[in-house]
């Protein structure tokens, strides 16, 4: 296998060599396989991280991670693979560490049953550890991942289960992949063919979801018409505000990523049908304020048939960036950029290609105020990652000529191979245990009645419902803390309250000394009773 990557090298120091020579700063990864990039970020370095897939056949892919210079050319690859499976990468976010954290899909479970499973790379993008959730829907995506403030992560889940209200999932893990929560989203049943594309971590330490969903509209009775859907959690899971973007001014839209600014207010990347004349697609910035309302949405085309914004950054100007897809009724598609103020006035665009095939994908601003770009488009008979560099006026970047030092964190030069997935060391099951089994959301205390000592078991599981504003939601707590325990009498007189580390299973407590009687226990999660149990001492 190893031979084969070189060969692989070989073929990308080639096209790479291509470039050289030319004044615009666009790389071509391709090879004679299909490769599909979902994601690029900036490094420590200064280098460039590019994760998706590659594929081997049609019904074989791996996931493909390749690391390039500040200047895009090619440094190493990895491919993470599993022999005569499918491996795809969605979504990729650096870790505390410096190691990188993906997520994707593999049916390595069941080859007809697609599993969303995450892969924690180190420094030197060696695994650390990879976990495969596996669900009861065979059609199952991990979709996008994001930091937690504590080094752990959030993970997008789409169709975690099967059904109509099951379709947007977020699972709260520790820095391990461990499980802490899950929760899903978008259970109105007004809400039709609800779908997530990404997940953004705001700087009030939330999370925003950005999707699609369909939804009954007044402006045409009778019918549901396609809605971009912004829903804002908090750590805890908590729903901050949960809306289809306008319940009732007949805007057509799909939103695909967002951004926020520093009042909260969010905007999105997506596309809108316009309704007058002339009636087309465009691509277009949605605003929504902090508290979900929409503010209003910007055209940047309008004349055009079809059009799709996909990507979304802020310059260092307080100006955005957006990676584009236009057409019109005859001809080949352009992908390019606009860049724009915070109300939609368009300050200036470039046109990058054009293709009829594949989209930007993915964008970072670098440490000096440049923009990295990059999506996959089909080309001579295979599809290949594209990846274009900007500065802020949309002009190519120029190829810096300073030596920089890659791979640092790494005690050892970073080689192109290939990473084994099939010895995965944990496969997540159990998600729907409380579900499935409720007597491990349960206070249990025995024996009952008694007169020296209780023993006090803890759940498994702790369930947190909450409300508000027409949302209720219900979080699957699977690690937790601490919770306090309280006993009180009939009377409301506190008998008994301490703390319990989450891990604890059991707890005695003499209550050899108290008056007979019936006593209620209590634990307390989050500021709320969790779960109660009544027993009686005799």
Known sequence: ??????????????????????????????????????????????????????????????????????????????????????????????????????????????????????????????????????????????????NTSDGGYMALIGKWKYGEEQKIWLFRLDSLGEVIWAQVYATDPEWNLEWPYSIEKTTDNCFVITGETYYPDPTYPNEKIIKIILIKVNLNGGTIFEVPWGTDNGVYSRGYESVEDNQHNIYTASEHARRSLPVGVSPCIFKTSSTGEPIDCFDLLTTSVTGISTTINWFQDSSLILGTKWGYLYGVDTIGVFKSNNMGTVLKSKSLITSSSGTLQSSDITFNNKVVIAGS?????????????????????????????????????????TIPLDDC??????????????????????????????????????????????????????????????????????????????????????????????????????????????????
């Open 1 to 146: 296998m190893k031979t084969k990557v070189l060969f692989i090298t070989i073929a990308f120091t080639f096209l790479e060599l291509q470039n050289i020579f030319s004044q615009e700063w666009i790389r071509i990864y391709g090879d004679s396989t299909n490769t599909k990039v979902k994601d690029v970020a900036e490094q420590y370095d200064k280098g460039f991280l590019f994760s998706g897939s590659k594929y081997a056949n049609v019904y074989f892919a791996s996931g493909w991670l390749m690391k390039s210079d500040v200047n895009g050319y090619r440094l190493w690859e990895k491919l993470f693979s599993i022999p005569n499976k499918f491996v795809k990468f969605y979504g990729a976010v650096r870790s505390d560490d410096g190691g990188v954290v993906e997520i994707g899909v593999t049916n390595k479970q069941s080859s007809t049953c697609y599993d969303p499973f995450i892969v924690k790379t180190n420094t030197c993008f060696e695994k650390e550890w990879c976990r495969i959730f596996n669900s009861s829907n065979c059609d199952c995506d991990g979709l996008d991942i994001q």
């Open 377 to 417: 488009f089909f080309s001579t008979n295979n599809w290949q990652p594209y990846a274009f560099k900007l500065t802020s006026d949309l002009e190519y970047d120029s190829v810096y000529t300073t030596p920089f030092t890659y791979d640092s964190l790494c005690p050892h030069p970073i080689v192109s191979d």
């Open 425 to 538: 060391e944990v496969v997540v099951v159990g998600i729907d245990d409380p579900e499935q089994h409720p007597e491990k959301t349960k206070l249990h205390v025995y024996p009952n009645p008694a007169s020296q000592v209780i023993t006090v078991e803890m759940p498994q599981y702790l369930i947190k419902t909450s409300g508000g504003s027409g949302i209720t939601a219900t979080t699957y707590y699977h690690q937790w803390k601490s919770v306090r325990l309280d006993v009180f009498d009939l009377f409301g007189k506190l008998m008994y309250s301490q703390d319990i580390p989450g891990k604890t299973e059991k707890t005695e407590l003499d209550i050899s000394s108290w008056p007979v009687g019936m006593y209620i226990a209590r634990i307390v999660f989050m500021n709320e009773v969790a779960e109660t149990v009544k027993f009686v001492k005799e």
